[in-house]
């Protein structure tokens, strides 16, 4: 790593090798940002199942919506208005948002919608491990 100066405010600037640069564009053209608005609620229950285990939210969410879209049973409830929800954003593979998509498309709901109950699901039956 080789540390230089900003030439515009002054702040030290560390500049990755090349190896590393190259390993982060690679994931970058698999993955892609999405965001989506979570019940806060949620968000807490699964920074504690995360702190526990020891992985990163993001990481638990990619996992659970994996297996959301196996499960063959999806039905999305009403979405419920009444929660507070808190936007964030996570890093997924392509693949992985296009089969939600899809699968968002056989059920009549969008994004959000499905990954808030594929969570939940796993929250309330307790397979967040």
Same mark, same amino acid.
């Given at each position: 790593m080789k540390?230089i ?18 390993? +982060? ?6 993955? #892609?940002t999405?965001?989506v608005?979570?019940?806060? #609620?949620?968000l807490?229950?699964?920074?504690e199942?995360c ?8 990481d ?9 879209? +196996? ?19 996570? +890093?997924?593979? #392509? ?10 498309e056989?059920?009549?709901?969008? +994004? ?15 397979t967040?491990?």
């Amino acid at each position: 790593m080789k540390e230089i100066d900003c030439p515009g405010c002054g702040d030290k600037i560390i500049l990755l090798p090349k190896t590393v640069q190259i390993q +982060r564009s690679q994931r970058m053209a698999v993955s #892609k940002t999405t965001s989506v608005r979570l019940p806060e #609620k949620m968000l807490e229950e699964i920074d504690e199942l995360c702190n526990g285990i020891g992985c990163s939210r993001n990481d638990w969410i990619k996992d659970k919506l994996k297996d959301g879209l +196996r499960e063959e049973n999806n039905e999305i409830e009403d979405p419920q208005q009444k929660d507070v929800k808190t936007p964030i954003t996570m +890093r997924l593979e #392509k693949n992985l948002l296009e089969a939600i998509d899809n699968k968002c498309e056989g059920l009549g709901c969008n +994004r959000t919608d499905f990954i808030t109950e594929a969570l939940q699901k796993k929250l309330d039956n307790k397979t967040g491990f």
